[in-house]
């Protein structure tokens, strides 16, 4: 059963939430049509998967938010999405061997190009209106390469938010689960949340003490603790002295959940998108067009007739040989 725990420590300025997805990400590694990613890979997929579902129910966007990762490595590029109502997809993208150690720089960012870029796309956008997308390197400000995704997320939290943040990620096979610790804004300061600005506070970043030590013991949780301990359990383990306020879970048909977004439609876009004399010149040497999902592994075939159609319906006919005056 995959949760979301959402919690508050009582009178401090510090919120967190933890994640913990089972059901919903077994499925998105079942529906790989490709053969299983390889190990690393794998397991960075699910720290993704963790750390979008953190985010989106962190800063609760009306919309899709999209973690990607362009790698300059064997991974070329890996993506974790989440819509408002917690439907999650993700896949990856793998060229070449990947050793079954292989570190996150030796995924994606092997000659320091790796980049990763967090996109919200709001779901009732108004006419003009663009995503909103985030990029962040792959490397910290000695330009080290970072190597776990936490540290490139906490960056961009800290860019984006102005927030101090701490994120924990962890992922195997059956479990991808994440916990994030921030520093609420000042009282009356404007953030992503909403509310109007209030009176000019001094920069807190770094410097609060009560985010300083709930953020210290929410960094000495271990992956092993938190791929296989409940949520409860963590913590309680965790949090033991602090007093916490915690969020009804949400779970079921309200919690995190797999879902794909493609559609028959949206692949006739595609096609559309091709321009009818390449659509056509593959109708003609395959007899179809077959596209596959990455996201789900759903199959869509697009016959000579159907292909006709999609361009019909925009009023563009097929070039017809020139008439004769
Ligand atoms: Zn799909």
Redesign the pocket.
């Known amino acids: 059963m995959s949760e979301i725990h959402k919690f508050l420590f009582d009178g401090l300025p510090v919120r967190g939430v933890l994640v913990r997805l089972t059901d919903a990400w077994t499925e998105i590694l079942r529906r790989r049509a490709s053969g299983a990613f390889p190990l690393p890979v794998q397991n960075l997929l699910g720290e993704m998967v963790a750390a979008v579902t953190l985010m989106q129910s962190n800063i609760k966007f009306n919309g899709a938010l999209v973690l990607q990762i362009f790698g300059d490595g064997p991974v070329k590029l890996a993506v974790a999405e989440v819509q408002s109502d917690f439907a999650l ?1 993700a896949t990856a993208t793998v060229v070449g061997e990947v050793a079954a150690d292989a570190s996150l720089s030796a995924l994606v960012n092997l000659k320091q190009q790796g980049k990763c870029a967090i996109t919200l796309d709001p779901k009732n956008k108004f006419p003009g209106q663009q995503a909103y997308q985030g990029v962040v390197p792959l490397v910290g400000e000695a330009h080290e390469k970072l190597e776990k995704l936490s540290e490139v997320l906490q960056h961009y939290m800290l860019q984006s938010e102005q927030l101090d943040t701490t994120l924990v990620l962890a992922a195997d096979d059956k479990v991808a689960a994440g916990l994030l610790i921030q520093r609420l804004p000042p009282q009356g300061a404007g953030n992503l949340a909403g509310g109007s600005p209030g009176p000019a506070h001094e920069d807190e970043i770094g410097v609060n003490e009560d985010y300083q030590r709930i953020a210290m013991l929410a960094a000495s949780l271990q992956r092993e603790e938190l791929l296989t301990l409940d949520v409860d359990t963590i913590l309680r383990r965790l949090f033991w002295q602090e007093k916490l306020l915690r969020f009804e879970p949400l779970t079921g048909d309200a919690g995190p959940h797999f879902s ?3 559609s028959r439609e949206r692949v006739g876009k595609m096609i559309l998108g091709l321009g009818i004399e390449e659509a056509q010149s593959i109708v003609a040497e395959r007899g179809e067009i077959e596209v596959g ?6 199959q869509q075939h697009f016959d000579p007739i159907d292909v006709a159609q999609i361009f019909a319906a925009t009023g563009k006919t097929p070039p017809a040989s020139p008439a004769l005056h």
């Not at 999902?293 to 759903?298: D, L, M």
Request: proline share 0%; aromatic share 10%; hydrophobic share 20%.
């Open positions: 997809r794909c977004t493609c999902c990455e996201f789900c592994g759903a």
